[in-house]
């Protein structure tokens, strides 16, 4: 069986809606652009493929299903940027992007793939408000 290997845009335009709504989650929760980032991981990526199972322990049978079906296991969420500086060890570049602010409307997403990282700026919505 072949596994097609995806770029870090592909997989980011794969799973965008995913990582916008947890974005929007994330929001509604009080958590913040310079605190909080949503990640995107290639499971079948062997750079990457043991952090995944390390992140979604349970993951491992799923993403064999998923396969099977012909499907592109992925694994995403959300998490603070604090969280990410040990698998991102010896990417400076990487975590100095992180620790800047991405500005007004944007998170930052890190994409594990490729046998690398790549972070990509997530615009999102702003969160709808109530009038009280």
């Known amino acids: 069986m072949t596994i097609r290997i995806y770029t870090c845009r592909e997989l980011f335009a794969m799973a965008h809606k995913h990582l916008h709504d947890i974005v929007m989650r994330d929001l509604a929760a009080g958590r913040d652009r310079n605190t909080?980032?949503?990640?995107?991981?290639?499971v079948e990526d062997p750079t990457w493929a043991a952090y995944a199972a390390k992140l979604k322990p349970d993951g491992p049978p799923v993403w064999a299903s998923i396969r099977s079906r012909g499907g592109k296991p992925l694994l995403w969420g959300s998490g603070q940027k604090t969280e990410f500086a040990e698998p991102l060890?010896?990417?400076d570049r990487v975590l100095k992007t992180l620790a800047e602010d991405p500005g007004e409307g944007i998170f930052h997403a890190i994409i594990f793939g490729q046998g690398g990282v790549l972070v990509l700026p997530l615009v999102h919505a702003e969160p709808a408000t109530q009038d009280r």
């Open 36 to 42: 909080t980032c949503v990640f995107l991981v290639d």
């Open 89 to 91: 060890a010896g990417y």
